[in-house]
């Protein structure tokens, strides 16, 4: 067979990428290996650790059980991205604040699951719901305590900003 | 909730007009981290790099009968395929042996298997290719017979005459043993009014840093240099191993360490995988990188905490402990692991049980075998949560049996606040600790009184809810007596090199590294603070043995309260080559000056005089100006190494509150609280999260985390899935709270932070559970990580 | 950890996708989700010729009530399933269950149809279909059939699918007001697969209960329904039904088997007591 490698088309933050990749290549290794998009980070490759969490189509998903082929047409949003377009800034700002990260390895994955939680989100969040939502994603430094409450904080703020 | 920007300045003998000791300033290179611009060791690429993939032994003991490269090496992509035998011409083996632990033996070992492999999981064959990938599929085609051969994997049975021995030129299973008895303790336990007794068993456990262990090697043939990316802990420490193993010297071999995803003492040994990349790196003059994927990592990063304690403690009715007695026995896997070897952990608990109490009556035994598992050795807080369990789990089963309330039988034994210095029964010296001071203030944190109020309301309705405490003590700021005396050339001292730039900015260069615990922000607020300028215009650069002073790195707690201290003494000592060049500007005296926020000032009113961004500048490109004979110093060095104490000890005490759901044998952690005594705060808030990240750590050992082995040495779990690392969900809210008795040894008086959380947490958490259960009857459950299962049992239920 | 070379063909339709599976069989996957069996392909302990990708068939995300069943598409994803108000009002127990699948970036990719047919035992959608009596729509170029899901789970990863099949949606009886549904699992970590876990449907009758189904998962090679603990239960009797229990558990990394009888026993009255909760 010799359908093994690709070519693909997607946005990446916004721009538009066209290469030509193995099949077996995942999302995750593709932004890093091909793109040198360093911010996703790989920790489990089988899906547990949520430290390769990125977006496609405005939805997170797992980086390492996605294939980069399967990304062909679509748009696909990570760390460096959502940082240049300051969407979560205010996360951001609040995770150095709180010291919501350690060694960081975690924190792009992190980040970008809290900030889809807050998107979604009518109302502000309970803490265990905060905890919920990041429950796929693993984070050895800080005992998640300030991580929760750096995301409570800007949902509050957020919330406020509303009103 | 809020996040205030600051806490209050504590003001102490080290408070300057512009002081950032005690106060929360954020770390200086979380941006970078936030948005993904970090630089980790797996996002390095050079030219000309290759990725090495190893292939590693199914068996726990095996004879490697013969190695077939051949498929392996046409596949497409492969540079190169290459066995032990070959490999051991570019790189020496290795002995994990330290003098002072005196006794203690090991094989050596290579950095690929020759001949034998030793554990499930030991790198026999190591393929180079293009990719990672690619490097994969020939692995698959490298064909290795093995011989299988017994596997010893039960301690218990290690030491028996029919056991076979793993390392025939040893003689026997036993890498070290240690004894201690002082006081008289079979006469203390027989005048005791209750002795109870108790065998705790800890699972074996591993760090599971999010970024597994990475190393990028590059051996220049043209400059004949090593340089050596590396996500480790102690980058002078894997200079001389890789210098001392490739036959070269120092000086050819460049550590850099940037950022690293997370460490807990897992990154600071001696790897045979990473050495091997060294090697490969050497054998090909080619940069190789490697970075162990998940499941090599589960059966190769070092396991820890798999001990079997047998312990004693007799007390009298008035609540007096009369006397402790332990027994462990723990299995490092095939070798004592180098260079920091495999017996430190049973060596602290030796030391450490009993630490915090007044007890003259002590008497231990530990002995440290070999078996076919991945190796053991130091990880976060090593030794503490086993030793602080068994004191602590012993105390609390003692109140129980005098029917003592816990938290009042400490009160009754901790060594009193104003007894210091004095030393423990196995002779840990204690300069200043502050046990009552803490008992109190967790006391009335957690509102004790309550909190039982509460827990028997609700037995009334059948819900179980139970509180545990841990006091402890933690070793940090070691001194030369941890490794150095024992021949490991490990420093105990570290230095911080600082200048002055051509605008009045300061760079620091320090040999303590950044692991995410915020070291790069304590050396800024130090050498701020000292120096005299904003925080915002410090630079720190760690991780460069080309450029940053020698150094241990970080391990033990030691970089805040040594690195801190050589920043502290290196700002001041450029402050006052500083204020040399303003008086000569000034034609003023050095001692009527200071340097305030970045201001040349008078002392005495605080006037500006001169701007630093001017005093640079004069000095830098006007040097001509100066007086005849004046040179201008803009550069100092200072190293501090703690020489007065072995150890500074640091205490607290941990609190927990949680419910067991008594028909699934779940535990629901509600909340818990640590108050600690680390000396000077230097940074609030980075103690604060050192305190709980660490305790969450512990109660991953307490209630979920462990290396499961079957009989025949098999991991059965090795896997994110099937090992539980603690998660968001399940982990309570952390309140902590402080007591500050600075260490004399320093200028400074800071002590480390960093495992005193791990420290605790286990014990505290296992006392809760067995307070919760005690009105059931149960049995008291003291065999880690507690399961559904084993709380079940101890219920009778299954 | 990369996985071995594979061959990948994105399909259109349905007729290329079973065109193809009726070309490769064994040595072919379909890749739905994909949040297991990309987790496999990375850990090499599957390596397959051919993914044939089925994420670009239209109209096979639809979730629609079709007179007497709703109609979940195979390729509906669980956060799609999650936010339904189609699932939250006729499928109640399925409702339930999703918030105990995986994690949020877990259930956006992960599908219904590839949840059914890879039929991990210790997963919840298998058992929820299984308690609600479902069906399952099977296509292959030979043409369609229907099978229950009483018949549908055969063993270990194993289905009433054959290599050149696929499953094209799945078919749940529509609640109504005398449904009953109960759901709990015990999993040590939020998110994980199952210790044990018990979904189950019932209808109501006056104060009792009739066409009780108890689908246990995480206790067996297959989702497992336990008939005489329904009809104890039916009978209104729950002690009679939690003694009535005949699972064969294994032992697995997370639980021995003598723990997880137990726990079915604590789940059953659990969801006994939410099955006779009566309704708002």
């Known amino acids: 067979m010799n359908d093994r490698t690709l070519d693909i088309s997607l946005t990446v933050n916004g721009a538009r990428v066209q290469d030509r990749v193995e099949a077996r290549k995942t999302l995750v290794d593709f932004l890093r290996e091909d793109l040198a998009l360093t911010g996703s980070h790989v920790g489990c490759e089988h899906g547990v650790c949520g430290a390769c969490t990125v977006r496609v189509n405005g939805e997170i998903v797992r980086g390492c059980l996605m294939l980069a082929v399967q990304c062909d047409g679509a748009a696909v949003e990570t760390i460096e991205g959502l940082s240049d377009s300051g969407e979560v800034s205010d996360l951001q700002a609040a995770f150095e604040q709180r010291n919501a990260l350690q060694c960081g390895y975690c924190t792009p994955g992190m980040i970008t699951a809290a900030q889809d939680l807050l998107r979604r989100s009518k109302k502000v969040p309970s803490r265990d719901e905060i905890r919920e939502h990041l429950s796929g994603n693993y984070c050895r430094c800080t005992g998640y305590h300030a991580i929760v409450d750096a995301v409570e904080a800007v949902a509050q703020a957020r919330a406020g900003a509303r009103k | 909730m809020k996040i205030t920007d600051d806490s209050p300045p504590v003001l102490t003998a080290l408070d300057r007009p512009n002081s950032y000791i005690g106060r929360s300033v954020p770390r200086p290179n979380l941006q970078r981290l936030t948005q993904g611009r970090g630089l980790y060791v797996s996002d390095v690429t050079l030219p000309r790099m290759a990725h090495v993939a190893y292939v590693r032994s199914p068996h726990a003991h095996a004879r490697i009968v013969n190695i077939v490269t051949e498929a392996a090496k046409k596949t497409p992509g492969v540079i190169a395929a290459v066995i032990g035998a070959e490999l051991a011409k570019v790189m020496t083996p290795w002995v994990g042996v330290l003098t002072h632990l005196k006794g203690l033996k090991s094989a050596p070992q290579a950095p690929l298997a020759v001949e034998r492999a030793c554990w499930q999981g030991e790198a026999v064959c190591a393929v180079v290719a293009r990719t990672r990938a690619e490097a994969e599929d020939a692995c698959e085609l490298v064909e290795v017979r093995y011989e299988e051969l017994p596997a010893v994997t039960d301690p218990e049975i290690a030491l028996d005459a029919k056991t076979p021995v793993i390392h025939a030129s040893l003689g026997d299973n036993l890498c070290f043993e240690r004894k201690l008895d002082v006081g008289a303790v079979d006469k203390a336990f027989a005048e005791s009014d209750a002795v109870v007794e108790a065998t705790f068993r800890f699972g074996r456990h591993t760090g599971v840093t999010t970024e597994p262990r990475a190393v990028v090697a590059d051996w220049n043939e043209g400059e004949q240099r090593m340089t050596v990316y590396h996500g480790t802990q102690a980058p002078h420490m894997m200079q001389n191993l890789f210098a001392k193993h490739l036959g070269i010297a120092e000086h050819q071999v460049r550590v850099l360490t940037k950022d690293v995803g997370g460490s807990f003492g897992i990154k600071v040994h001696t790897y045979a995988d990473e050495m091997a990349t060294v090697a490969l790196s050497k054998l090909l003059k080619r940069p190789v990188k490697f970075v162990a994927d998940r499941i090599e990592s589960f059966v190769t990063d070092i396991h820890a905490r798999d001990h079997r304690i047998k312990a004693k403690i007799g007390v009298s009715k008035d609540g007096t402990i009369t006397a402790f007695e332990i027994d462990d026995l723990t299995g490092i896997g095939p070798y004592s692991v180098y260079p920091r070897t495999s017996g430190i952990e049973a060596n602290q608990i030796v030391n450490l049980v009993g630490g915090p109490y007044n007890c003259p009556n002590y008497r231990a035994q530990a002995r440290v075998v070999f078996q076919n598992k991945n190796v053991m050795c130091q990880y976060r807080a090593v030794g503490h949560p086993i030793a602080v369990a068994v004191t602590e789990g012993l105390v609390d089963l003692a109140a129980a049996k005098i029917g003592m309330d816990p938290l009042e039988l400490r009160r009754r034994n901790l060594i009193p606040d104003d007894a210091y210095p004095t030393q423990s029964a196995s002779g840990l010296k204690f300069e200043l600790l502050s046990h009552h001071e803490a008992l109190a203030h967790l006391d009335s944190m957690m509102n004790y009184a309550g909190l039982r109020a509460e827990q028997q309301k609700l037995r009334g309705k059948g819900v179980y809810r139970g509180i545990g405490f841990a006091s402890f003590i933690e070793v940090t700021n070691p001194s030369a007596a941890f490794y150095g005396v024992g021949g490991a050339r490990i420093t105990a001292m570290d230095g911080a090199t600082v200048k002055l730039d051509a605008q009045g900015a300061i760079i620091v260069h320090t040999g303590v590294t950044e692991q995410g615990q915020g070291a790069e922000a304590v050396v800024a607020q130090c050498v701020a603070s000292s120096f005299g300028v904003r925080v915002e215009k410090v630079r720190v650069i760690t991780g460069d043995t080309d450029n940053t002073p020698y150094g241990g790195g970080t391990w033990a707690s030691r970089a805040a309260g040594i690195g801190g201290e050589a920043a502290w003494q290196a700002g001041k000592a450029l402050r006052a080559n500083v204020l040399a060049v303003a008086a000569s500007i000034l034609q003023a005296k050095p001692d009527d000056l200071d340097i305030r926020n970045g201001l040349v000032v008078d002392k005495d009113k605080g006037t500006e005089r001169l701007p630093l961004d001017e005093l640079a500048r004069i000095a830098y490109f006007r040097p001509d100006t100066l007086p005849p004979g004046f040179q201008a110093e803009l550069m100092a060095t200072r190293h501090y190494v703690p020489r007065a104490w072995p150890f500074a000890f640091t205490n607290g005490i941990q609190g927990s509150y949680l419910e067991v759901d008594i028909e699934t044998g779940f535990v629901k952690l509600l909340k818990h609280w640590c108050v600690e005594d680390c000396g000077t705060i230097i940074n609030p808030q980075l103690v604060d999260e050192q305190i709980r990240g660490g305790v969450v750590q512990g109660i991953g050992a307490a209630l979920f985390e462990h290396c499961l082995y079957d009989e025949r040495g098999q991991l059965l779990n090795g896997n994110m899935a099937d090992y539980l690392v603690p998660m968001a969900v399940e982990m309570p809210d952390i309140e902590c709270g402080h007591v500050v008795s600075p260490t004399a040894d320093s200028e400074l008086g800071a002590k480390g932070a960093g495992e005193a959380g791990t420290a605790g947490a286990p014990g505290s958490v296992m006392n809760a559970i067995n307070d919760a259960l005690r009105p059931l009857g149960a049995q008291p459950l003291t065999d880690m990580p507690f399961t559904p299962d084993k709380i079940l049992r101890a219920l009778g239920k299954v | ?280």
């Open chain 3, 1 to 280: 950890m990369k996985p071995a070379p594979f061959a990948y063909k994105k399909v259109r339709t349905l007729k290329e996708a079973v065109a193809l599976l009726a070309k490769h069989k064994d040595n072919a996957r379909l890749l739905a989700g994909g949040q297991s069996l990309i987790a496999t392909l990375n850990m090499r302990l599957s390596a397959p010729a051919l993914l044939i990708d089925i994420n670009g068939i239209r109209g096979l995300d639809g979730i629609t009530k079709k007179g007497k069943f709703v109609e979940v598409g195979a390729l509906a994803r669980h956060a799609q399933v999650e936010r339904s108000d189609v699932i939250a009002r006729y499928a109640p127990l399925i409702a339930l269950a999703m918030p105990h699948i995986g994690h949020p970036a877990i259930r956006n990719r992960g599908s219904f149809g590839g949840s059914i047919a890879f039929a991990d035992p210790a997963a919840e959608l298998p058992a929820c279909l299984l308690a609600l009596g479902g069906e399952v729509d099977i296509a292959s170029a030979k043409g369609k059939r229907k099978v229950k899901a009483d018949a549908f789970f055969k063993g270990l990863f194993e289905t009433a699918l054959r290599p050149h099949e696929l499953v094209t949606a799945i078919r749940i009886p529509v609640a109504d007001k005398n449904t009953r549904v109960g759901f709990a699992e015990l999993a040590r970590r939020h998110g994980d697969y199952a210790m044990v876990g018990l979904a189950a449907s019932a209808r109501a009758n006056g104060k009792g209960l009739t066409d009780v189904r108890l689908a246990y998962f995480g206790v067996g090679d297959t989702p497992i329904r336990v008939k005489t603990a329904e009809a104890a239960l039916a009978d209104g009797n729950i002690d009679a039904a939690v003694s009535a229990l005949d699972l064969e558990p294994h032992d697995d990394v997370q639980a021995t088997a003598k723990l997880k009888k137990h726990l079915a026993g604590v789940l059953l009255r659990r969801v006994a007591a939410q099955l006779l909760e009566t309704r708002p």
